[in-house]
């Protein structure tokens, strides 16, 4: 089963940068489709940003692109989102999803927080103005 723990929040200013890291459990980095959620208080869970390891990002939610990078570094079975320019809107708990499938074109699909079976525990965002 996969396990993961995400890192990396914190309090910040506007414009501010933050990097989230989320470290996947050793021999389980593999034929995964991953993505980063949010979620603010009230709100429901929202999609970031989406990628299937060992490809090119797939998904970008409009209101983070040219802001928010998704990557990965196969060697640390780790997978990033890279965060510039915070506004305050961005402020969150950020959650790090994956679901096993072989089917990359799966991951190509639109997703919802449901279609992810494992979770890791969360880190939170706060921009201030």
């Known amino acids: 089963q996969v396990h993961m723990v995400e890192s990396g929040g914190g309090s910040v200013q506007a414009g501010d940068s933050l990097t989230l890291s989320c470290v996947v459990s050793e021999s389980t980095y593999v034929g995964l489709c991953m993505a980063w959620f949010r979620q603010a208080p009230g709100s429901d869970r929202e999609g970031v940003a989406r990628i299937y390891i060992g490809h090119s990002p797939i998904y970008y939610a409009d209101s983070v692109k040219g802001r928010f990078t998704v990557s990965q570094d196969n060697a640390k079975n780790t997978l990033y989102l890279q965060m510039n320019n915070l506004k305050p809107e961005d402020s969150g708990m950020y959650y790090c999803?994956?679901?096993?499938?072989?089917?990359?074109?799966?991951?190509?699909?639109?997703?919802?927080?449901?279609?992810?079976?494992?979770w890791g525990q969360g880190t939170q965002v706060t921009v201030s103005s």
């Open positions: 999803a994956a679901k096993r499938t072989w089917k990359s074109e799966w991951c190509y699909e639109e997703k919802t927080p449901r279609d992810f079976d494992t």
